[in-house]
């Protein structure tokens, strides 16, 4: 069975840094592109950023673009969300999540998901 376990959340501070990483098991993780979402408190799952499967091509929301930066390392069969200049407005939780195949944006076109890890910024 495909598992998929986010780390690395926290509770910090406007202005800090942290990096999310999602371990996979049981998955051809090299023909899996590889995506973070995010679910803030009242308001609908939205997608942060993605991969392909061998890191080259990468996606962004424009809301994230040049704080955030997805990596992967496929010896590891992990994927990483390195998250600077943490705002409180990113505070959320944040899910990872495989499809086989490019990478989009959509979150109904990815197969398996993590639980999800808690992500607080304080002001």
């Known amino acids: 069975q495909v598992q998929v376990a986010e780390s690395g959340g926290g509770l910090v501070q406007a202005g800090d840094s942290l990096r999310l990483s999602c371990a996979t098991s049981?998955?051809?993780?090299?023909?899996?592109?590889m995506g973070w979402f995010r679910q803030a408190p009242g308001k609908e799952r939205e997608f942060v950023a993605a991969?392909?499967?061998?890191?080259?091509?990468?996606t962004y929301a424009d809301f994230v673009k040049g704080r955030f930066t997805i990596s992967r390392d496929n010896p590891r069969n992990t994927v990483y969300l390195q998250m600077n200049t943490l705002q409180p407005e990113d505070t959320a939780v944040y899910y990872c999540?495989?499809?086989?195949?490019?990478?989009?944006?959509?979150?109904?076109?990815?197969?398996?998901w993590g639980q999800g890890t808690q992500v607080t910024v304080s002001s």
């Open positions: 991969c392909n499967g061998d890191g080259g091509d990468t």
């Open positions: 999540a495989a499809r086989l195949g490019r990478t989009r944006m959509m979150e109904y076109e990815y197969q398996f």
């Open positions: 049981k998955l051809s993780f090299r023909l899996y592109s």
